[in-house]
């Protein structure tokens, strides 16, 4: 009963490939995020959904779109990957995009060779 | 633009202290102030969060007071435990940007 899952969790892939990251939330939530983790460790948003709807696309290379078939999933595809694309990302979701404590997932680790 | 600033970096302890961890952010505009623990190789664990309208949040041992006005929060551990050696973020929830703007982390080890 994992409340927020993203799969892969680790990706190893080549330069200029195209791959995606899948995140899943069973809490019922409307508002679903993407973050970046880079080298450093710092975290910064990338994406935010509210009721499947874009909210919030921070400067992020046209290169990842992400996609929301449905309230509960928020898929993250990243196309001609690039070294500096590597870090770890991370899903989160939360009862509205506000108020409320996000939820993390367990984060995908991808490194680009 | 909102700077979340943690001091410090890191710290050592030894089992059994208290100790406080700081938070400042430049803007002080928010909806709330959380609090996360993250293991190496593992996502965060919410720990605390602290409307905009409140003072301090208690879980446990953990305390987490916000001065809104002063654009600051601290962390308050009690009796350090090592299983307490993680690294500690907080982050705010800015008012019209629906996200949260994390700090850079403060990694906590404590000696058994």
């Known amino acids: 009963d994992t409340a927020v899952s993203q799969t892969p969790k680790y990706l190893v892939t080549q330069m200029g490939n195209d791959k995606s990251i899948k995140c899943e939330q069973n809490?019922?939530?409307?508002?679903m995020y993407w973050y970046k983790q880079d080298s450093k460790k710092f975290l910064k948003i990338m994406f935010s959904y509210n009721n499947k709807e874009l909210i919030i696309n921070e400067t992020v290379p046209n290169r990842f779109s992400p996609k929301s078939p449905d309230k509960a999933h928020l898929n993250l595809h990243i196309n001609s990957l690039e070294l500096g694309d590597s870090a770890v990302y991370f899903c989160?979701?939360?009862?509205?995009?506000?108020?409320?404590?996000?939820?993390f997932g367990p984060g995908t680790r991808l490194t680009v060779l | 633009k909102q700077e979340v600033t943690q001091i410090p970096a890191a710290l050592s302890v030894p089992e059994g202290e208290n100790l406080v961890l700081n938070c400042s952010f430049t803007d002080s505009a928010i909806y709330n102030l959380q609090w996360f623990r993250q293991d190496p190789g593992k996502g965060l664990t919410s720990l605390l969060l602290?409307?905009?309208?409140?003072r301090e949040q208690t879980s446990g041992r953990l305390n987490a007071s916000l001065d809104k006005s002063s654009g600051r929060s601290t962390l308050y551990i009690a009796a350090s435990q090592p299983g307490d050696s993680a690294t500690y973020l907080c982050a705010v929830n800015q008012t019209g940007a629906n996200n949260l703007f994390f700090g850079t982390g403060t990694r906590l080890t404590v000696i058994p």
């Open positions: 809490l019922g939530h409307d508002t």
């Open positions: 989160a979701s939360s009862r509205d995009h506000s108020t409320d404590t996000q939820y």
């Open positions: 602290i409307q905009s309208s409140q």
